[in-house]
């Protein structure tokens, strides 16, 4: 059973379908990769296929499913799209083999690098990224997973002539470049193509997407009323009306300095392109709504002038009917900010700039492992949850391997390479909402509890097994290990960093009531690529003995990836 279970996963990696159903990020229009028309030219180094699987340490040849939608590069000549850009962004996902090497070539001849240099203690030339910077950290990804890059350009800047910008490049989420002034090769005035190029190796793209940014405003505001209210700022409801008017800009001055308001904005959008807005606020105060055509588009609570919140709407040509609704903290200063943004459409402020203050420095605070391992106890909120997890230890290496475990559960929530943790939103002020946050590249491990006691292999993994947390002790290194009653026994749990992997140490104790299983992860796809090593969507690999007997099962929409435990067992993740 377990074999045909294998086969069935392999033949769900080789399959096309989770590239023809998927779409480049947001309101990006993608680059067709039905085959190579989208490009000027190609040589025989190029090729459109339905997938491509690539062995993480090369110890198998690359594999490829005819089709569509992945653009294969092996080494040898650059190939160039037909499409001719200047300002834009660019989103992208690529594959790397074992040692490839590679660059996306920009409208002013600038190259962004694309490396397998996940293994880099530290970033340096080598490190994925615009080649002539070095990146703020190395987040890249382990060969044979799909990674990330996204980056907003200018091809000119004003009033520097013969230069361009690259305002922000990320890597798997991760921003590991802002700002950066580039020397431009190639003139701005018209639209140059974009390229690719493979010096080394293998690298596969997919869902190539893009947005010519044009300076074109196709939505404004019109017809603007206002209301001020004198109610007390956190009223769930509000009554008492102090004044009103008519306005010609969106700003919040118009409640001229009063110390708590609830603030009402009515008009119409005027769209003169009919298409996917997304609308942006900053704001500071307890809240703010935006409704279109009478449909919420945005609500959300608390907020500081430092943070955005973002809302997306399709509105045909003409004129929309808009409400947009307003409160100030007292003890703040007030700020009120709407923007907008279209594909293709350099985003742009639809309020005035005096409405939106420059906010008051805010620090960035960091936790930064040297000679031993950091521990810090925090809050965590987990993407998806609702609700933060209380009772949390994040440890950092000094080899830049972390981890966060929920003590409570028993779970090892996420793990990240690269920077420990920013704890700001922990050590600032007055410390609100005590949440530590990752600084690298992290990948989310699972919610439930790492250990559990099961009747038998097929039994439903409990969201919360019955784990009691003992307590932790500090080992010579320096590394935390803990300690959980389960099923009659004790477990002692030690995860340090072993180079280039992330390796975990489980050893019962005690004759158990019921078999014990570890929950080594879970996600869409798990697939072994060969004995003892197994790949977890495009998220991150599981090595185990050889010698072990891993169970890939099914769990709703989900598969799991469950060993059975007892003496000493250890695996490794690395990604």
């Known amino acids: 059973m377990r074999r045909h279970i294998v086969k069935v996963c392999l033949l769900f990696l080789s399959s096309p379908i989770f590239v023809l159903g998927q779409t480049v990020k947001g309101n990006y229009s993608p680059l067709s990769l039905k085959d190579l028309s989208s490009f000027q030219s190609s040589s025989s180094n190029w090729s459109v296929q339905g997938n491509v699987v690539i062995h993480p340490t090369g110890l198998t040849k690359t594999k490829m499913l005819a089709g569509e939608g992945v653009l294969i590069g092996n080494a040898g000549s650059a190939i160039t799209t037909k499409l001719k850009a200047s300002d834009l962004r660019l989103f992208l996902e690529f ?59 200018d091809a000119s800047v004003p009033h520097i002539p013969n230069s361009a910008r690259l305002n922000s490049l990320a890597l798997n989420g991760v921003t590991i470049l802002e700002t950066i002034y580039l020397p431009n090769s190639k003139p701005a005035n018209e639209g140059q193509s974009l390229s690719l190029e493979v010096t080394k190796g293998t690298i596969a793209f997919r869902n190539i997407g893009y947005q010519l940014l044009a300076n074109s405003k196709p939505l404004t505001l019109n017809n603007l009323t206002y209301k001020v209210y004198s109610d007390k700022w956190d009223s769930k409801e509000y009554s ?74 399709n509105l045909t040509q003409g004129k929309h009917p808009f409400k947009l609704y307003y409160s100030r903290f007292p003890w703040r200063q007030p700020a009120l900010g709407l923007r907008v943004e279209k594909s293709g459409v350099r985003p742009y402020d639809l309020h005035v700039l005096s409405s939106l203050p420059e906010p008051e420095p805010k620090p960035y ?88 006691a099961l009747e038998n292999d097929k039994t439903a993994w409990p969201d919360s097994s019955n784990i009691n947390f003992l307590g932790y002790k500090i080992q010579a290194q320096g590394y935390p290990v803990f300690r959980y009653a389960v099923g009659g026994t004790t477990i002692t749990d030690e995860m340090v960093s072993a180079g280039n992997t992330f390796t975990r140490t489980v050893k019962v104790d005690g004759a158990a009531t019921s078999p014990l299983y570890s929950l080594l992860a879970s996600g869409k796809r798990i697939v072994e690529i060969e004995k003892g090593l197994y790949q977890v969507d495009d998220r991150f690999y599981v090595m185990v003995d050889k010698k072990a007997k891993p169970l890939i099962r099914p769990s709703g929409e989900t598969s799991e990836l469950v060993l059975p435990i007892s003496g000493t067992t250890s695996y490794s993740m690395f990604w």
């Open 240 to 313: 008492k009306l102090d004044h009103e008017g008519q306005s010609g800009i969106l700003t919040q001055e118009v409640t001229n300095g009063m110390r708590e308001f609830h603030l009402v904005y009515e008009g119409d959008i005027n769209v003169s392109e009919a298409g996917d807005y997304l609308f942006t606020t900053i704001y500071s105060g307890p809240v703010l709504t935006l409704d279109v055509d009478g449909k919420n588009v945005l609500t959300n609570g608390e907020s500081t002038s430092q943070e955005s919140h973002t809302g997306s709407v």
């Open 95 to 153: 594959m790397v083999s074992p040692g490839a090497e590679g660059s996306v070539v920009l409208p002013g001849g600038q190259k962004v690098r694309l490396s397998d240099s996940s293994k880099q203690k530290m970033a340096n030339a080598l490190t994925s990224g615009y080649i002539g910077q070095f990146p703020t950290q190395n987040a890249s990804k382990s060969p044979g997973l799909w990674q990330t890059l996204e980056l907003a350009y």
């Open 365 to 452: 605070i960091s936790v930064t492992p040297d000679m031993r391992p950091e521990m810090v106890r925090s809050f965590v909120l987990i993407p998806g949850e609702k609700y933060k997890r209380t009772h949390c230890i994040s440890v950092g290496s000094p080899d830049g391997w972390n981890y966060t475990v929920d003590l409570n559960r028993g779970a090892l929530l996420q793990a990240w390479r690269g920077q420990f943790a920013d704890v700001t939103e922990m050590w600032y002020e007055r410390g609100e909402p005590q949440i530590l946050a990752p600084a690298g590249l992290n990948v989310h491990i699972s919610g439930r509890s790492s250990f559990a």
